[in-house]
């Protein structure tokens, strides 16, 4: 009588050389899954969790990108700018310097701004730096401009001071420049050409050596806004530098006809050859 | 497990032959390995490159203004509201407290100093500030000067209201001489006046120019920026020729802008033409084998 044989299915399943079942972690835990896949998605879940964390940290610090870029870029054209807008954001940008003069590298923007002075120029993480905004076309200077607010603002209050000058260069026989006084008070200095006309004379002479300011300050952006020359922004500088570099452009060579398409010419042959020997170059036989 | 299949066909059952573990224990290696990596590259790449700018997020996590603060010399630092307008650290205070069965390590370690001072802030709240590390002397010096506190029209930065602040004297550089005078002289003066009571350098300060009080020793009341200075950053009146060389720099931009209007396609022209080539050759390739297989 032949030997019937039945199949029988395997106690567990069919390992291949070289796998293994370990006794823990690939016991099946819900559905037939084994622990290794939960910890598995965990060890997962933990990695895409510490780049996250950092991803949104570094984020945080978008508005200073432009810290990083001059840092990496670092040449005399390249300058970490503040940029103070009349919205009160400050973006910390990267702007192109020349010649006493700040730009966009986008030549779409056309704002400009005029670097006057050493002193202006700031240090954030002994990256040098310049602070601008956009209703002004001068680099800013806190200092100077809390010395002015500040000696503005002495001045206006401090009547006893312009009457004890006034009584001086009377006793001294010196004239009073006309438009200094209004019915026997100081005429307030309340804009830049309030400064330009009197202020600077009368400062200089209330406080000779410079203007003392306190030791702590909190500087207001906007206060000084009101000693702006009027009509002076940043906009309207740039735009006064691209009619005058048009004016200037007459006077840049044109290059000739072969200098402006001979390199074209030679790109354009090149690629017609390329395309000719790939369709007469032989394939086999 | 009869008739089981491994999960993923038993992929990362595999193992190594030395200490036999299976594939998938070595991939929890690699990932706690990347994870430090990651972590280290992350650390020590962009977020260090932004050192001086850290104060941006510390003060978004302590839900606070930031400052930058810088002296004469105009080197700046961003940091917390705390440490640019605050005289004292009221965490270091000395706290008493009431007798009770529970352990003083266990209270000293859910105490949160802000509760001594602000009556506002729950139990719940206390907890999570004090392990989330918010740090509560700006609105503690707030309320014991009376909400006294000047705020001026700051700008923002990424939505992180930010003083700009001139300290000319190192006031708020808690080592300096000066500040440890300043916080010597204001604690004795609010110990002397509990109604008027000074927590910030800005209320100093003026306190100290309208001549209420006299300034602590060693502690400058002003300094003096001298006219060279002041006329240098702003001009009355600006020379054409001091912008002379930009204005031929824009002028000659503009000449090349349209000199260059045709290199912009010299790439495409290349590439697309060598790649339309390699194309065609390679059409003409398998058209070739097709026929002849």
């Known amino acids: 009588m032949p030997t019937e044989i039945v199949a029988q299915p395997l106690a567990g399943p069919v390992l291949q050389d070289w796998q293994h079942l370990n006794s823990f972690f690939d016991h099946p835990l819900i559905l037939g899954i084994?622990?290794?896949?939960?910890?598995?998605?965990?060890?997962?879940?933990?990695?895409?969790l510490v780049n996250l964390s950092w991803l949104f940290k570094i984020r945080k610090l978008a508005p200073v990108r432009g810290y990083r870029i001059a840092q990496k870029k670092a040449t005399q054209e390249d300058v970490q700018t503040w940029v103070l807008g009349k919205t009160q954001k400050l973006t910390i940008e990267c702007l192109r310097y020349i010649d006493s003069v700040l730009s966009y590298y986008n030549p779409a923007k056309i704002t400009r701004w005029h670097h006057p002075a050493r002193s202006s120029v700031i240090h954030i993480g002994g990256i040098p730096a310049m602070m601008v905004s956009d209703d002004y076309d001068q680099t800013r200077d806190i200092v100077s401009e809390i010395a002015i607010c500040h000696a503005c603002d002495e001045f206006n209050k401090d009547q006893k001071w312009w009457m004890g000058f006034r009584d001086e260069l009377k006793k001294n026989n010196i004239e009073l420049?006309?438009?200094?006084?209004?019915?026997?008070?100081?005429?307030?200095?309340?804009?830049?050409?309030?400064?330009?006309?009197?202020?600077?004379?009368?400062?200089?002479?209330?406080?000779?050596?410079?203007?003392?300011i306190?030791?702590?300050?909190i500087f207001s952006p906007s206060k000084f806004s009101k000693y702006f020359p009027k009509g002076r922004s940043a906009g309207f500088l740039g735009?006064?530098?691209i009619q005058k570099a048009r004016e200037l452009k007459t006077d840049v060579k044109e290059p000739g006809l072969w200098e402006k398409y001979l390199p074209i010419g030679i790109l354009f042959g090149l690629g017609v050859i390329a395309i000719l020997a790939a369709w007469m170059a032989p394939v086999g036989k | 497990?009869?008739?089981?299949?491994?999960?993923?066909?038993?992929?990362?059952?595999?193992?190594?032959?030395?200490?036999?573990?299976?594939?998938?224990?070595?991939?929890?290696?690699?990932?706690s390995i990347l994870m430090v990596i990651c972590w280290l590259a992350w650390r020590y790449g962009p977020w260090?490159?932004?050192?001086?700018?850290?104060?941006?997020?510390?003060?978004?996590?302590?839900?606070?203004?930031?400052?930058?603060?810088?002296?004469?010399?105009?080197?700046?630092?961003l940091i917390s509201e705390r440490d640019a307008k605050c005289i004292f650290n009221y965490a270091k205070s000395?706290?008493?407290?009431?007798?009770?069965?529970?352990?003083?390590?266990?209270?000293?370690?859910?105490?949160?100093?802000?509760?001594?001072?602000?009556?506002?802030i729950g139990w719940?709240?206390?907890?999570?500030?004090?392990?989330g590390k918010r740090n509560m002397d700006v609105e503690i010096a707030k309320k014991l000067q009376n909400y006294e506190w000047e705020e001026s029209p700051s700008v923002t930065i990424g939505g992180i209201r930010t003083d700009i602040i001139l300290d000319a004297d190192a006031w708020t550089i808690k080592n300096s001489p000066q500040h440890k005078a300043i916080e010597a002289y204001c604690y004795e003066w609010n110990e002397l006046h509990q109604e008027d009571q000074i927590h910030s350098y800005s209320k100093l300060q003026r306190l100290m120019h309208d001549g209420i009080i006299n300034s602590p020793i060693g502690v400058k009341t002003q300094v003096i920026i001298p006219w060279p200075r002041i006329d240098s950053a702003f001009p009355i009146a600006i020379e054409d020729n001091e912008q002379a060389g930009a204005y031929r720099q824009v002028a000659e931009d503009m000449a090349n802008a349209e000199q260059n209007q045709l290199s912009k396609y010299y790439i495409p022209i290349l590439f697309g033409s060598f790649g339309l080539a390699a194309l065609l050759y390679i059409g003409r390739l398998l058209t070739w084998s097709m026929a002849h297989h």
């Open chain 2, 1 to 31: 497990m009869t008739g089981e299949v491994l999960f993923l066909g038993g992929i990362l059952n595999f193992t190594d032959p030395l200490l036999h573990w299976q594939l998938y224990i070595w991939s929890w290696i690699a990932a």
């Open chain 2, 48 to 77: 260090k490159a932004y050192q001086a700018l850290h104060g941006l997020y510390h003060a978004f996590k302590a839900s606070s203004n930031a400052a930058f603060t810088s002296g004469l010399n105009l080197y700046f630092e």
């Open chain 2, 94 to 120: 000395e706290f008493e407290f009431e007798p009770s069965r529970i352990p003083m390590f266990i209270r000293r370690l859910f105490f949160n100093y802000a509760t001594a001072f602000l009556d506002d």
């Open chain 1, 34 to 48: 084994p622990i290794w896949v939960f910890i598995s998605v965990i060890f997962l879940l933990a990695l895409i």
């Open chain 1, 214 to 217: 306190p030791a702590y300050s």
């Open chain 1, 239 to 241: 735009g006064v530098f």
């Open chain 2, 124 to 131: 719940a709240k206390a907890l999570v500030y004090k392990f």
């Open chain 1, 177 to 212: 420049p006309d438009g200094m006084e209004e019915e026997g008070v100081a005429k307030p200095l309340n804009n830049f050409s309030d400064i330009r006309e009197r202020g600077r004379l009368l400062l200089g002479y209330k406080y000779p050596e410079g203007i003392p």
